[in-house]
């Protein structure tokens, strides 16, 4: 076994061994990714089959995405087909988005179910990628369907590095991670020279804002961890310390996350247990990524500090700042991120005990306990010198300064008991499962917003709720409150026969009811079905190593993260001590789980020198959630369908695979392609973030493509006052591109969707002698976006000039107005070089030292696209604009149906540099 390299400035690992050797530190050639070989078909099963037919894929961690990398998902990105990961704006504090076969609910914070060592309802911030050996994903809704109203968005199954061993071992090892980014590409806005020249508004400086508020990101992480067998009992423990500082300042995070197990037999073997444990505590610097808005259209000749200014300004009010006073939605950004703070801090604890006993040689019963406890808070306080948040011009001192604290608790109680047997009917096999899942949890939210606060002391605030003088040291108070009970019970079961080991056939089912549905409809049933041939072993073909056909069918199901959808649902707020409360939704009692069927075909053969694994699938959400487009307070409901056509292809290639050299490629491809079906009769447009934002129309429409962009088609002209024109698209002699008048067959122009349809990973993995060279691409294609940016900021579009411009070849001189069009709508299909890695292995072979790995890293070297925006990579969720950013802390504003919208608060592109070097005693 090599130990994993990690893509660090710095690593120095040891290990020390009592019994038998088991460290081999010399390179060897990896195995390809695991495709439907020699994987496990879900977590109920307790042995490995050589066959399954139903569509799972593993990626072990050797061909993990090397660098500083926290967030697991972003370690699989461009490494399997069908599965999208996109952090797009590379902040350090924002989960990546993750999805398993495009969209599969319309809600946001929709999960997967994510298992770590059989443990479920865990999270990808609740495990170290260092503590990983391997990740399954089920992807199909027939591997899917065991888990019931919790499998449609994908099964994430984790194992980690607790080995077991059969004879007394001790093993130590210990890794040291430094690394260092920097801004890749920033904004060509105006310097104040050029500001100048076009007759902007003079403050006698010459400032990059982008420059003010942007900084090296460095970061650090250790690792130790502990492993071995003594009298019987296997333990494994880790510790993990990461330290980040982000690219923009005051950003970055503490990360420190234990994990522990212990296991071993009883009774004569009969009886096996592990207990697990895990503690993830992660102090965040959210900061004010807002600001990103700003360096681009803050006036450029502004000083960065107190100077003489050509005007009369009180220096004093704004902290020494200044602002153009009087301007809609302008903020000087290196004030807000100097003198606002945004923190936040999430703490996770499970705690999980298995057992299982073997009743008879074929039959045995397991038991799993899990407590999951979580607690997240953010603090933030904007402080009354700051206009941004803050209210710094309001006349009243009283009502400046904001101070914010929310706090979540999310807390699961998970028991299951299920059986296992074993039988062999004549040349047939067969394995088996039954069980049940009970799980009780709760989740409460609880916000306070304190205006006239002016202190950082709420920083320091663990729980909001542990003060009860609040409005002592606020001019204002307001507190509100959600919370609902999560209660789910799920029967379940499972069958995999094998026939002549030639013929194969898998069977799942399950029985759920969860109280986040309407009491009418709080119960499905969901079922899978999966055959599968050896073709090799039925046809003789010796010259294949196999070669496989399979086919499944499923229905799976889906719940929203939000409880109380279904019933009626009251804004609860106290003001000053005074409470009110309004109604803000209506119940819905047949508001049933959503709902997935998936078929899916598969061929899985290896010959000689290649290997290919490709899937076709055609899968329907039906029954999917959503919102009625109606009168306030309107309900949630089973809304419509969409269909999607899809393809996964991994093609792999041993080049070169002799004694000296080893060169092995592969690529994945996955297409996807979805049509809304069964909508309502007056199509949904959905607008983007903000209508202030001049955000484009998305359309939910029968036969439309998830994504689809609507537009006013420019005319590449303005009239006398500068104001853009545009195209009669429907040749009815008018011209109407209104929102509130939107209809189908109007004058809005399909100009592209949001969602690509091609997405493309390219791995290069090349061994000579004792240098090796690991190289990742990644791309996708048919995507398009709205260069927001572009829209504000490359025309002059006020008088006199205030705020800045960019250079921009794609500006028609003459617009005044910022108004969306199809002009700001760009093609932003992409391929990048996302890493590439060169070691080279030293042998010593002293007494002390055996060998040295040294390994020089490079993360986003090169980005190909027609984009002239930041970075092309899709959108696909966009954020409802809020000048505090408070509900993107929890993910609430996130909309799954729009998309395609380049925000312009995003972080900058950052590109890193590191150097490995790996000792090995």
Not at 468 to 486: F, L, M, P, S
């Amino acid at each position: 076994m090599r130990p994993i390299l990690l893509i660090v400035l710095f690593r120095i690992s040891t290990t020390l061994l009592t019994g038998q050797q088991i460290i081999d530190t010399s390179f060897q050639k990896s195995s390809l990714p695991t495709y439907n070989k020699y994987v496990i078909k879900d977590n109920y099963s307790n042995t490995d089959s050589s066959f399954k037919t139903m569509a799972i894929q593993q990626l072990d961690s050797d061909f993990f995405n090397r660098g500083f990398i926290s967030d697991v998902a972003l370690t699989m990105q461009g490494q399997m087909p069908g599965i999208q990961t996109y952090n797009r704006d590379g902040n350090p504090n924002n989960d990546a988005l993750f999805r398993v076969r495009g969209i599969n609910s319309f809600l946001p914070r929709s999960p997967q179910m994510i298992i770590i060592d059989g443990v479920p309802n865990q999270s990808f911030n609740n495990i170290d990628p260092n503590d990983i050996v391997s990740v399954r994903i089920l992807k199909d809704a027939a591997s899917q369907s065991i888990y019931g109203m919790q499998g449609t968005n994908g099964v994430v199954m984790i194992e980690t590095k607790a080995k077991q061993f059969e004879q007394d071992t001790f093993q130590i090892r210990y890794e040291g991670q430094w690394s260092a980014s920097s801004i890749a590409a920033t904004t060509p806005a105006f310097t104040g020279d050029q500001f100048r020249d076009i007759g902007g508004f003079d403050l006698g400086g010459n400032t990059v804002w982008v420059d003010e508020i942007t900084q090296s990101g460095l970061a650090q992480a250790h690792h130790l961890s502990i492993n071995g067998r003594k009298s019987g009992v296997n333990y494994f423990l880790s510790g993990h310390y990461r330290d980040l500082t982000g690219t923009l300042k005051n950003t970055g995070y503490d990360r420190v996350n234990l994990r522990g197990q212990i296991s071993g037999k009883l009774l004569d073997d009969k009886l096996s247990y592990q207990l697990d444990a895990n503690i993830n505590n992660v102090q965040r610097q959210i900061g004010i990524p807002e600001a990103f808005r700003y360096v681009n259209s803050f006036n450029p000749t502004a000083p960065s500090s107190e100077q003489a200014l050509p005007i009369p300004y009180n220096w004093s009010q704004f902290g020494g700042y200044y602002e153009n006073l009087g301007l809609f939605s302008s903020f000087n950004p290196l004030s807000m991120v100097d003198q606002n703070l945004r923190e936040g801090r999430s703490r996770w604890a499970t705690l999980a005990l298995n057992v299982s006993y073997e009743i008879l040689p074929d039959l045995d019963v397991h038991v799993r306990h899990s407590r999951i406890r979580r607690f997240d808070n953010r603090r933030s306080l904007f402080a009354p010198t700051s206009i941004f948040g803050g209210n710094a011009a309001f006349p009243a001192d009283s009502l400046r300064g904001l101070g914010v604290l929310a706090d979540t608790d999310n807390d699961f109680d998970v028991t299951e008991v299920y059986f296992n047997k074993s039988d062999v009917f004549s040349n047939i096999q067969m394995h088996s499962t039954l069980g049940v899942v009970m799980q009780q949890g709760r989740y409460d939210h609880l916000r306070i917003d304190l205006t006239g606060y002016k202190e950082d002391g709420i920083l320091n605030a663990d729980r909001a709720g542990q003060s009860a003088d609040w409005q002592d040291v606020a001019t204002n108070t307001e507190q509100r409150i959600e919370g609902w009970d999560d209660n789910l019970m799920r029967v379940f079961g499972g069958v995999d026969m094998s026939i002549n080991k030639h013929y194969f056939v898998d069977a799942n089912f399950a029985f759920s009811t969860s109280s986040k549905l309407g009491e009418n409809a709080n119960t499905g049933f969901f079922y899978g079905l999966g055959l599968g041939a050896d073709i090799k072993a039925i046809s003789d073909l010796p010259s294949f190593d196999y070669m496989n056909v399979r086919a499944s069918y499923g229905v799976s199901g889906n719940l929203p993260f939000e409880g109380g959808l279904s019933k009626d649902k009251y804004r609860i707020r106290t003001t000053n001590g005074v409470t009110d409360s309004l109604l803000v939704q209506e119940a819905n009692p047949d508001m049933s789980s959503e709902k997935k069927r998936e078929i899916n075909l598969g061929l899985d053969l290896k010959k000689s020198g290649y290997y290919l694994h490709v899937d076709i699938y055609q899968k329907d959400l039906f029954d999917v959630i959503y919102q009625e487009p109606s009168n306030f307070p309107g309900s949630f409901g089973n809304q419509f369908q969409l269909s999607t056509r899809g393809v996964d292809l991994n093609l792999g290639f041993d080049i070169i695979n002799n004694t000296h050299s080893q060169l092995t490629t592969w690529v994945n491809v996955a297409y996807i392609a979805s049509t809304f079906k069964n909508t309502w009769e007056t199509p949904l447009a959905v607008l983007g973030p903000s209508a202030l934002e001049q955000d484009p129309l998305v359309v939910v429409a029968e036969d439309f493509k998830y994504g689809t962009l609507l537009a006013p088609d420019f005319a590449f002209s303005v009239n006398e006052t500068g104001f853009p024109e545009f195209n009669d698209v429907n040749g009815d002699g008018l011209v109407n591109v209104a929102f509130s008048n939107f209809e189908l067959g109007g004058d809005f122009l399909d100009v592209g969707s949001g969602a690509p349809t091609y997405e493309l990973g390219w791995v290069i993995d090349y061994r000579y002698k004792d240098w090796s060279i690991f190289s990742v691409w990644r791309g996708a294609f048919g995507h398009q976006l709205y260069n927001r940016t572009r829209l504000f900021h490359e025309n002059i579009s006020n008088d006199p000039i205030v705020n800045n411009v960019i250079e921009s070849e794609l500006a028609f001189n003459g617009i005044r107005f910022p108004v969306y069009s199809s002009l700001f709508i760009e093609d932003a299909s992409f391929i990048r070089w996302d890493n590439l890695s060169i070691s080279k292995k030293i042998n010593l072979k002293n007494m002390w030292l055996n060998d040295m790995h040294i390994t020089l890293t490079a993360t986003n070297l090169l980005t190909i696209s027609n984009y002239s925006g930041l970075n092309p990579e899709p959108s696909l969720d966009g954020r409802f604009a809020n000048f505090f950013g408070l509900d993107e802390i929890n993910g609430a504003d996130r909309n799954p149906l729009v998309t395609g919208i380049d925000s312009r608060r995003s972080f900058l592109p950052t590109r890193s540099v590191a150097l490995t070097l790996n000792l090995n005693f």
